[in-house]
């Protein structure tokens, strides 16, 4: 599990969440309120689809994927968004006192590559795939892997 975490409010404008992802070298970050209660959780491939039209938007539209220079204009606004507008709400967390297998099978159940770690409600860290997996290697293949 990764503490602390780096994290965001719902009103923090979509540039600055890419900024912290890039500086901090996430992929996906909580969203909390002043609480630090869980409100959603917003990732690089969330703010990627903000940059291009919604599919609905091909169906009726389809020179719309290839308008760049429309896309290019509307960069400037969505720079200026808050997070909520893009965050996933329903977001699939993990009790502190769980088993690391108990995290790694939550993962793949709902094909996520975070998990927001919580206690009492409030969140307490963040565990990836690659924690999850670095760690039942070592337990489970332990001197094989020091050797590699």
């Given at each position: 599990?990764?503490?602390p975490?780096?994290?965001?409010t719902?009103r923090?404008t979509?540039?600055?969440?890419?900024f912290?992802?890039h500086?901090?070298?996430?992929?996906g970050m909580?969203?909390?309120?002043?609480?630090?209660?869980?409100?959603?959780?917003?990732?690089e491939?969330?703010?990627?689809q903000?940059?291009?039209p919604?599919?609905?938007e091909y169906i009726?539209?389809p020179?719309?994927?290839?308008?760049?220079?429309?896309?290019?204009?509307e960069?400037e606004?969505?720079?200026?968004q808050?997070?909520?507008?893009?965050m996933k709400?329903?977001?699939i967390?993990?009790d502190a006192?769980?088993?690391?297998?108990n995290?790694g099978?939550?993962?793949l159940?709902?094909g996520?590559?975070r998990?927001p770690?919580?206690l009492?409600?409030?969140l307490v860290?963040?565990?990836t795939?690659?924690?999850i997996?670095?760690?039942?290697l070592?337990k489970h293949?332990g001197?094989?892997?020091?050797k590699g």
């Amino acid at each position: 599990m990764v503490t602390p975490v780096v994290t965001v409010t719902p009103r923090t404008t979509y540039e600055d969440a890419a900024f912290l992802l890039h500086k901090h070298r996430v992929s996906g970050m909580p969203v909390v309120d002043n609480g630090d209660v869980l409100v959603g959780i917003i990732s690089e491939k969330d703010l990627f689809q903000a940059l291009y039209p919604l599919y609905a938007e091909y169906i009726s539209t389809p020179e719309a994927y290839t308008d760049q220079e429309k896309q290019e204009g509307e960069i400037e606004n969505i720079r200026r968004q808050p997070v909520e507008k893009y965050m996933k709400r329903h977001v699939i967390t993990v009790d502190a006192n769980a088993c690391v297998l108990n995290a790694g099978g939550l993962m793949l159940a709902h094909g996520i590559h975070r998990l927001p770690v919580t206690l009492n409600g409030k969140l307490v860290g963040i565990v990836t795939r690659e924690d999850i997996y670095g760690t039942i290697l070592t337990k489970h293949l332990g001197e094989n892997i020091k050797k590699g």
